[in-house]
């Protein structure tokens, strides 16, 4: 069983900063391709940066040279790095993998975790 655990999320003021974590756990024996998607009220989710198992990085327009999403394979960990918040950041921020499970490549998503910009 997999599981992806985000933490990280948290009540911040407009310009302030926060790190995600996603940590995989569980029968884990590879992982491809991490993204981190959000989802605010009444909004439809949002692909916001994916990571390869190489390092490459895409981002979303709004989030370009503010976030910046890394990994650590050893770990099993994403990261997303989230700097000059705005308060149209503010969503439910999930983490989605493509994982190894013994012998099968699965698509995995995490619980969510609420990131909140306001002063």
């Known amino acids: 069983q997999v599981q992806l655990v985000e933490s990280g999320g948290g009540l911040v003021q407009p310009g302030g900063s926060l790190r995600l974590s996603c940590a995989a756990s569980?029968?884990?024996?590879?992982?491809?391709?991490m993204h981190w998607y959000r989802q605010a009220p009444g909004k439809p989710r949002e692909l916001v940066a994916s990571?390869?198992?190489?390092?490459?990085?895409n981002y979303t327009d709004s989030v370009k040279g503010r976030f910046t999403i890394s990994r650590n394979n050893a770990k099993k960990t994403g990261y997303l790095q989230m700097n000059s918040l705005k308060p149209e950041d503010t969503a439910v921020y999930y983490c989605?993998?493509?994982?190894?499970?013994?012998?099968?490549?699965?698509?995995?998503w995490g619980q969510g975790t609420q990131v909140t910009v306001s002063s």
């Open positions: 989605n993998a493509v994982v190894l499970d013994f012998s099968n490549w699965a698509d995995y």
């Open positions: 569980g029968s884990v024996f590879g992982i491809d391709v």
């Open positions: 990571i390869s198992i190489g390092g490459r990085t």
